[in-house]
């Protein structure tokens, strides 16, 4: 498997920055994990206080676990959505992004290469010219 599909995959199935960290780009991946990681835990901080001021907005006078009221959960998953909207937008574009940037990227193992060169001295430079025929 290509490299550049790896380090996508990698960005994009398990987080983002994980394909730049396969591709030995350490700073953007920071770039990426940080503000990632930092969203996320924002997210869920932000769903446990919906869900906390709706747990204690209820009358739990007559509350004996069994009987739970859909709409609240209904509730809940609506002011989830809305107050954390671009939340969500920014993970997303993030993912994306570092999906993107994995797969289009060089790492930095990659010499450079110039077809049908004619002579180099310098070792980081691949000559891509097919063998010459034998006679």
Same mark, same amino acid.
């Given at each position: 498997?290509?490299?550049?599909? #790896?380090?996508?995959?990698?960005?994009?199935?398990?987080?983002? %920055?994980? %394909?730049?960290?396969? #591709? #030995?780009?350490?700073?953007?991946?920071?770039?990426?994990?940080?503000?990632?990681?930092?969203?996320?835990?924002?997210?869920?901080?932000?769903?446990?206080?919906?869900?906390?001021?709706?747990?204690?907005?209820?009358?739990?006078? $007559?509350?004996? %676990?069994?009987?739970? $009221?859909? #709409?609240?959960?209904?509730?809940?998953?609506?002011?989830?959505?809305?107050?954390?909207?671009?939340?969500?937008?920014?993970?997303?574009?993030?993912?994306? %992004?570092?999906?993107?940037?994995?797969?289009?990227?060089?790492?930095?193992?990659?010499?450079?290469?110039?077809?049908?060169?004619?002579?180099?001295?310098?070792?980081?430079?691949? $000559?891509?010219?097919?063998?010459?025929?034998?006679?």
């Amino acid at each position: 498997m290509n490299l550049n599909r #790896k380090a996508a995959l990698m960005s994009g199935l398990v987080f983002p %920055g994980m %394909g730049q960290i396969y #591709k #030995k780009h350490f700073l953007k991946a920071a770039a990426m994990i940080v503000p990632t990681a930092a969203l996320i835990i924002l997210l869920f901080y932000n769903i446990f206080q919906i869900t906390w001021k709706t747990m204690n907005s209820m009358d739990m006078s $007559d509350f004996n %676990g069994v009987n739970i $009221d859909p #709409k609240m959960f209904a509730d809940i998953n609506h002011q989830a959505w809305v107050q954390n909207e671009l939340i969500i937008v920014l993970v997303i574009v993030i993912w994306i %992004g570092s999906i993107v940037d994995a797969a289009y990227t060089k790492t930095k193992e990659e010499p450079e290469t110039i077809p049908y060169l004619t002579s180099t001295k310098d070792p980081n430079v691949v $000559d891509r010219r097919p063998p010459p025929k034998q006679l």
